[in-house]
């Protein structure tokens, strides 16, 4: 079965880190570029990250250049989202999507609260 499966998502206070995982499966994931959506409630999605099929160029979104760091480990089919300094406004649903072909996660809550 073609699928996305995040994880890593949660409570975290202002200025702490979390890290997401994306599992990929049912595709050559080496093939792909692959990034990072969130979504809030009464709002469209907002692309957050972005890496190419090997890594080898990544780009970000300005509200989370410097704070966020998308990769991925092709050997184990994963795509991953560090975030360091997190804000409350970083609270959100994140996805990840692969670039072509319509595929997405269910996504992983990541709430920011003190």
């Known amino acids: 079965e073609v699928q996305l499966v995040e994880s890593g998502g949660g409570m975290v206070q202002p200025g702490g880190s979390l890290r997401l995982s994306c599992a990929a499966s049912?595709?050559?994931?080496?093939?792909?570029?692959m990034k990072w959506v969130r979504q809030t409630p009464g709002k469209g999605p907002e692309w957050v990250s972005s890496?190419?099929?090997?890594?080898?160029?990544?780009s970000y979104a300005d509200s989370v250049k410097g704070r966020f760091t998308i990769s991925r480990d092709n050997t184990k089919n994963t795509l991953y989202l560090q975030m360091n300094s997190l804000k409350p406004e970083d609270t959100a649903l994140y996805y990840c999507?692969?670039?072509?072909?319509?595929?997405r996660g269910q996504g992983t809550q990541v709430t920011v609260s003190s």
């Open positions: 999507e692969r670039i072509t072909g319509s595929l």
């Open positions: 890496i190419t099929n090997h890594g080898g160029i990544t």
């Open positions: 049912g595709f050559t994931f080496s093939s792909y570029g």
